[in-house]
């Protein structure tokens, strides 16, 4: 057992999950944040245990051609970003391998490589802020949660936001101490602003506002509205009002203050209505390549009937309408239900419905009314699929399955369970639509190869008529 305080040296082979090195001292896995692999160190162990460790790097030995200068000046606080002290090279590689050794570890599978698709850029992607608001000596300021906490650490640029993200948080920062608006204390459940809540449309450059408040009311609304007029594409504000404690950010009722409550945005050529509570991927270019690798690996024809399981707004549902006979989405959140069913009527697609509910649930009331889709497409939360999702995928036997996932491991293991049902592994891929953080997103075919594995019920899919209680 390695001895807390003590220097050690150590080289780091590979990484962690979270993006964290791992180095092996003394037959113990010791982990060292913003560290990169081949880089030797002199290392100090912060917290031992008997088959593991944490470690702070004292000195780097030997630095990899990889490490570069760390352009955001909160790099090392903030637990929004893990990579910028390695280049882009090394972190697209580091993505594309732990999905791999996912899926060979856990999935059972031998890949000796994995595609992945990397982005063109790693700056200003991301779509959508979440800005806890935290004071300090009776000013308020927000920003993003050092790593492991809930202390706020303040930062005037996100190099990964785009500048009308951090000009709305700015804006708003200075209008609530103007008036002297409180910050939500987690503590003593007092205070009245929680989160600024940014979303902008990548081709409208539309921008929604939400203020996520311990209330329902806000004062000096009129002067807020002004202030976020001077923002180029301010389209909407909104209140969510969430009084609940804990960890969830968006409350359950939404107040609109100016303009329709939503934005639009374009993605696969289809216009989209997007509110505050719709899933909608925050790097849009790589979104796009995404759906577009899910669409081309599913094969659809037009006689195929096609189930989304979390569907969200139904952006993937609709793009994959173009090709299909039918298309069903199912989302678990009403709002998103709602925006889903409007997309459809705005892009004039008739052969899409949508229904609210658990996607387990749903999938297997659905196959109790003796529809079986020919391709279904799941694109789950990072938790991945639940048994009754599972039980419903084997019951209703697709001809092919498409899984986006945004978490390896989960993935992993239920390739493991689909492939003890009859499928196997066509194909994988990871797309990056996370860049400078330790997310990542895959997109995996599975398919039956023998029509006699399976009792398969055809539904014509211009006879089909569905209805969910």
Same mark, same amino acid.
């Given at each position: 057992? *390695? ?13 962690? $999950? ?7 001292? +003394? ?21 031992? @245990?008997?088959?593991?460790? @944490? ?9 990899? =051609? ?23 090279? +090394? ?18 599978? #031998? ?35 050092? @790593? ?13 936001? =785009?500048? +009308? ?43 929604? %506002? ?28 909104? *209140?969510?009002? #969430? ?6 950010? *968006? ?5 609109? *203050? ?93 052969n899409a419905e949508f229904f609210c ?20 497409? %799941?694109?789950? =939360?990072?938790?991945?699929? #639940?048994?009754?999702?599972?039980? $419903?995928?084997?019951?209703?036997? =697709? ?38 953080? $330790? ?10 190869e023998k029509a006699d594995d399976y ?15």
């Amino acid at each position: 057992m *390695l001895l807390k305080n003590e220097i050690y040296e150590a080289v780091v082979t590979d990484y962690t $999950a979270d993006g964290q090195g791992v180095a092996h001292i +003394e037959g113990c896995a010791v982990f060292l944040p913003n560290a990169i692999a081949g880089e030797r160190y002199t290392v100090r162990i912060e917290k031992a @245990a008997k088959t593991w460790a @944490a470690g702070k790097i004292v000195e780097i030995l030997e630095k990899s =051609p990889h490490r570069v200068n760390r352009e955001c000046p909160v790099a090392k606080l903030c637990g929004g970003c893990d990579f910028w002290h390695m280049d882009y090279a +090394e972190e697209s590689r580091l993505k594309a391998d732990r999905v791999r050794q996912a899926l060979n570890r856990i999935g059972g599978e #031998n890949l000796q490589a994995l595609p992945i698709l990397s982005a063109p850029t790693c700056y200003g992607y991301r779509n959508k802020a979440q800005y806890p608001v935290a004071s300090k000596k009776g000013r308020v300021y927000a920003g993003f949660f050092k @790593a492991g906490t809930h202390q706020v650490v303040e930062n005037d640029r996100c190099l990964i936001l =785009p500048e +009308e993200s951090d000009r709305v948080r700015k804006l708003v920062i200075d209008y609530v101490n103007h008036y002297r608006i409180s910050a939500y204390d987690e503590q003593t459940h007092k205070g009245l602003l929680r989160h600024i809540y940014v979303r902008r449309g990548a081709v409208s450059k539309q921008v929604l %506002v939400c203020l996520v408040t311990n209330g329902r009311k806000l004062p000096h609304t009129e002067d807020l509205i002004k202030r976020l007029q001077a923002v180029p594409g301010f389209t909407s504000l909104v *209140l969510s009002v #969430n009084t609940k404690p804990g960890n969830t950010i *968006l409350g359950d009722e939404f107040i609109t *203050l100016y303009g329709p409550g939503y934005i639009e945005d374009t993605l696969c050529g289809l216009n989209f209505r997007l509110s505050a509570r719709s899933f909608y991927h925050i790097n849009h270019h790589q979104a796009q390549r995404l759906y577009e690798a899910a669409i081309a690996q599913a094969e659809i024809t037009k006689d195929d009937l096609v189930l989304d399981l979390y569907c969200g707004v139904g952006t993937i549902t609709l793009a994959m309408a173009k090709a299909a006979g039918k298309v069903i989405g199912v989302e678990v959140v009403e709002q998103a239900v709602a925006d889903a069913r409007e997309n459809a009527r705005r892009n004039g697609i008739e052969n899409a419905e949508f229904f609210c509910g658990d996607a387990g649930k749903a999938a297997l009331e659905l196959e109790s009314k003796g529809i079986h889709p020919d391709v279904i497409v %799941v694109d789950p =939360p990072r938790k991945g699929l #639940n048994a009754d999702t599972i039980e $419903a995928l084997f019951r209703m036997s =697709p001809r092919r399955i498409v899984y986006v996932s945004c978490d390896p491991a989960t993935l992993a293991r239920d390739v493991a369970l689909l492939k003890d049902r009859g499928y196997t592994l066509k194909n994988a891929m990871a797309t990056d639509l996370f860049p400078r953080c $330790a997310h990542v997103e895959t997109v995996v075919l599975l398919s039956r190869e023998k029509a006699d594995d399976y009792i398969r019920i055809s539904v014509h899919t211009k006879d089909l008529k569905t209805s969910m209680n």
